[in-house]
Structures are given as structure tokens and as C-alpha cells.
């Protein structure tokens, strides 16, 4: 089971990766506002969670956490915080997104999809 204080490390590393600058790479069709809203399948995480974020320039990174969409709108998630380490993987295209995602810590893994939106 991951606890609540790794859960609180892994939303918040998201949520300040969505929300941080990058300064090299140039404007992408998914820049702007988006909302990701996750359904954990297996394990004893959240059952259901909201994120909210900025992409710009098709990337973000911040505290242990990458995000990166490519033009095509494939979309990589990377974080590892202490023991704590999850990974999300999906597309985006035109104004939406959808894929899954996996984090483990020392209380174990949990699974589960996520869905996101342009705001």
C-alpha cells in the first residue's frame, strides 16, 4: 500500500511538473491549460484523483518529475521521488488524452488509467 504521504509526493510533483516552464523547445499544439483526471484500478491508491497544470512548450519539468508530449501527442510522465517512482504513458490529441500510469513505493504499487482535457 502507498501511503498517504507518498501519494501526497507523487500528486504534487505532478501537479508542480504540469504547472513549470521548460525554456528550450519551441511552442507545441498542446500547450495551455489541462485538466488530468485519474482512476486507480489495482492497489491502495486514491481511488480517483484530479490534477491541474500548464503545458508549455510541450514539456515541464520540476521536483524529481518530467513531462514531455511529442508533436504526434505521444505523452511520457516520469517521477521519482525518494523510494517513490511512477510512470505515465498515453496520446493527446486535438483537445483531450488518455493512457495509463503505474507508481511504486514502499507501501507497493498501484495501477490505473487517467484522462485529460484542455480547460
Known amino acids: 500500500m502507498i501511503g498517504p504521504s507518498a ?9 508542480l511538473t504540469l504547472a513549470e516552464a521548460p525554456s528550450a523547445q519551441a511552442a507545441t499544439q498542446f500547450d495551455g491549460n489541462w485538466v488530468a483526471h485519474g482512476v486507480t ?3 491502495a ?3 480517483n484523483f484530479q490534477l491541474t497544470g500548464r503545458i508549455i512548450n510541450g514539456a515541464a519539468n520540476s ?6 508530449v511529442t508533436p504526434s501527442g505521444a505523452v511520457t510522465l516520469t517521477i521519482s521521488l525518494g523510494p ?5 504513458t498515453g496520446r493527446m490529441s486535438g483537445a483531450s488524452g488518455s493512457g495509463i500510469w503505474r507508481a511504486q513505493g514502499p507501501g507497493g504499487t498501484c495501477t490505473g488509467t487517467w484522462k485529460a482535457e484542455r480547460r
Open 7 to 15: 501519494r501526497a509526493l507523487i500528486t504534487t510533483a505532478v501537479c
Open 41 to 43: 484500478k489495482i492497489g
Open 45 to 47: 491508491c486514491e481511488p
Open 63 to 68: 521536483l524529481g518529475a518530467a513531462f514531455r
Open 84 to 88: 517513490n517512482h511512477g510512470v505515465a
